[in-house]
């Protein structure tokens, strides 16, 4: 191993970004090294990634599976050791000899971990936008604090972050707005009406990204830009009334900063996430990604559809709740998070219809009390009580 070759900690190893993290390491042999590989239950996905990457650690959280995955390891001799639970996370997100940090932990969930690898200092690559979206000021905090790296993954905040100046501390002064664009998900073209009868597949079936199936279905009701909102507002510094949406059905150019002067910078490139991955792994050089190259010879057209349009405010409600919480008090997103998470696991068993999740939201948000978050334990205290109740309004819908 080479002085420079940074070693990774891949959290939510087994799942859409997890893979695709493991890809871009693996065409960069000479730079990245896999420490420590984490997942909830898939053994035998996270076994094929041990064997493969040889990984110090393995974690499982769930005590029957990381047993199952110790068994194996033992049996085909490999070097991993395999830790088991929750704590488990923590601890290899900010073990001593590791480098970066890949948080694509699906939900709130990722966010001690990702507190954890912020306090110890570490890069991390934000996937997990829902750790931000729960976490705020306070993980800022942690960041800073522990003199950690903080790169956005998500495409969009990674095309924004490839828009924005070198130095922050210029963005104040000379940046309007940013904009976020939106593909609209599978049901843009929907009439609002017909969305009540939608199942989990076709809320899957995202028209340009292979995602997991909580963020495919948060881009059908548009909350996925929702998270994004916020996520961004915590990111950049910005004021919420300096972001906009936009929806640009082609995912090509995956968001824009707009000057003082008016000019635009944006950032396109193929609907491939190991691009925005490769980037957070070399930041501020570039690697080979193995996202394929755009062809504009074969690009019919770019569109936008403002959200005042064609229906857009009754198909996607849940869009101006990013808005809505960012003015409450702090805590108030988290409701908004622990909620969808509710909600959108309810929808995926069959137990909600589409439309509900948004009503499932909106309950939680009007009746979920909080007192201001001064560390990780009172977020974690919102983010329980808001299931809580989030879970009630669930069992009410479904009677
Ligand atoms: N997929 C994408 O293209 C994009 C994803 N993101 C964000 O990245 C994150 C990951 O998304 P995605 O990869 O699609 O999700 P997936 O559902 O594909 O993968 C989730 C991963 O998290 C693990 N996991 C789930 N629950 C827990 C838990 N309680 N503790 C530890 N690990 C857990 C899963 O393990 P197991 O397999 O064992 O269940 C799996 O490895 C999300 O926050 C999403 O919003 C952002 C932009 C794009
Ligand atoms: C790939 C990625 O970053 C996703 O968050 C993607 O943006 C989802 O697309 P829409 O939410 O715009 O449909
Ligand atoms: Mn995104």
């Not at 960069?28 to 909830?40: G, I, K, Q, Y």
């Not at 991955?277 to 930041?283: P, T």
């Not at 909600?343 to 009746?367: G, T």
């Amino acid at each position: 191993m080479t002085n420079d070759m940074k070693r990774v900690v891949v959290l939510g190893s087994t799942g859409s970004i997890g893979k695709n993290t493991l890809d871009v390491i693996e065409r960069n042999p000479d730079l990245f090294s896999v420490f420590a590989l984490a997942a909830s239950t898939s053994v035998d996905v996270l076994l094929a990634q041990c064997v493969k990457f040889r990984p110090t650690f393995a974690v499982m959280v769930s005590g029957i599976h990381a047993s199952q995955l110790a068994d194996e390891c033992r049996r085909l001799g490999l070097p991993t050791r395999v830790l088991v639970g929750a704590e488990a996370l923590e601890l290899v997100a900010s073990h001593e000899q590791a480098d970066y940090v890949m948080a694509a932990i699906v939900g709130a969930a990722g966010l001690a971990s990702c507190m954890a690898a912020a306090r110890a200092g570490k890069r991390i690559l934000l996937a997990n936008k829902e750790a931000l979206v729960v976490g705020g000021q306070l993980f800022l905090d942690a960041v800073r604090e522990g003199g950690a790296q903080l790169l956005p993954i998500d495409s969009e905040h990674s095309a924004i972050f490839q828009s924005l100046p070198d130095d922050p501390n210029v963005w104040l002064a000379q940046v309007d707005k940013i904009v976020l664009t939106a593909s609209g998900g599978p049901f843009r073209s929907r009439t609002p009406a017909s969305l009540a009868s939608v199942t989990p597949e076709e809320a899957c079936a995202h028209p340009n990204w292979q995602m997991g199936r909580k963020i495919s279905v948060d881009s059908a009701t548009m909350m996925n830009k929702a998270l994004e909102v916020i996520e961004a507002k915590y990111l950049f510094g910005i004021r919420p009334g300096q972001i906009e949406v936009v929806i640009h059905p082609q995912s090509v150019i995956h968001s824009m900063v707009q000057y003082v002067d008016n000019s635009v910078v944006a950032q396109l490139g193929t609907p491939d996430m190991r691009g925005p991955i490769a980037l957070g792994l070399s930041w501020p050089k570039r690697i080979v990604s193995g996202a394929s190259a755009l062809d504009f010879s074969k690009m019919a057209s770019l569109t936008f559809e403002s959200m005042d349009s064609n229906q857009h405010d009754l198909r996607f409600p849940g869009l101006k709740l990013a808005w809505q919480t960012l003015d409450g008090p702090s805590g108030t997103t988290a409701v908004l998070n622990a909620s969808n998470e509710i909600a959108v696991a309810a929808f995926l068993a069959a137990r909600i219809r589409f439309d509900q999740i948004h009503h499932v939201n909106l309950a939680s948000l009007e009746h979920v009390v909080i007192a201001s978050p001064l560390d990780l334990g009172d977020l974690l205290e919102i983010d329980a009580c808001a299931r809580r109740y989030a879970e009630q309004a669930v069992l009410a819908l479904a009677q």
